[in-house]
């Protein structure tokens, strides 16, 4: 009994880590003003905690990506599972949903860049979003790479030129979803899916 006491101490105590953390990422204007000490007091744990959970401050911000990610590309991958979608469009789908995810965390991801994580290549969530992007171009027409052109494509929603074109130059949200939905026509050519290319569920 004392040790189903302690596990479920330790998953609320990581629940709460990760939300204080994400909150106080969230309501920075700097993600680099985000101390571990600002995170153990806002989730009610000692810092020692923190470092024995995550590691190190880029373990912990690894961590709140992954587990802010998880729901997003499950719902993608069932997506993708279900069909129903030309193959153009499943792919327009899943990039704009990572670009969304992007927009709405660039606090969070620029303090993953800043904690030391800015190469997305390392990432397990880069894996996870190049997998998805991949299998779905192999299903569009005239693709001849689809493994370089999923790497193409998701440097087009990279964290740094997210963070850049919203909150330097200003672009808003609508019109950066939309020249990626241009972006992608120009990869992949401007013609539709012809008839009988719809994956099979």
Same mark, same amino acid.
């Not at 920075?28 to 470092?51: E, N, R």
């Not at 719902?75 to 709405?104: M, T, W, Y």
């Given at each position: ?18 939300? /204080? /953390? ?20 806002? /989730?009610? @744990? ?6 024995? !959970? ?16 998880? $729901? ?17 469009? !499943? @792919? ?27 190469? $997305? ?30 790497? /193409? ?40 899916? $012809? $008839? ?6």
């Amino acid at each position: 009994m004392a040790q189903r006491a302690e596990r479920a101490d330790a998953v609320r105590n990581r629940e709460a880590v990760l939300a /204080a /953390a994400d909150a106080l990422f969230a309501a920075s204007t700097s993600p680099k003003s985000v101390s571990m000490d600002d995170i153990a007091a806002a /989730a009610g @744990v000692g810092k020692g905690t923190l470092f024995r !959970r995550f590691g190190d401050r880029a373990g912990l911000i690894g961590a709140l990506i992954a587990s802010r990610l998880e $729901p997003l590309q499950q719902a993608v991958r069932e997506a993708q599972e279900a069909g129903g979608s030309a193959a153009r469009q !499943r @792919v327009k789908d899943l990039l704009d949903a990572a670009l969304r995810f992007k927009i709405e965390n660039r606090n969070l991801m620029s303090a993953a860049e800043d904690a030391g994580l800015s190469s $997305p290549y390392q990432a397990e969530h880069y894996g996870s979003w190049h997998d998805l992007l991949r299998v779905a171009l192999t299903q569009v027409p005239g693709v001849r790479d689809a493994d370089f052109t999923a790497h /193409a494509l998701l440097a087009a929603i990279r964290a740094d030129l997210v963070v850049h074109l919203i909150d330097d130059l200003k672009m808003t949200s609508e019109d950066l979803r939309s020249s990626l939905a241009a972006h992608i026509d120009n990869v992949l050519g401007d013609t539709s899916d $012809p $008839p009988g290319t719809r994956s099979e569920s």
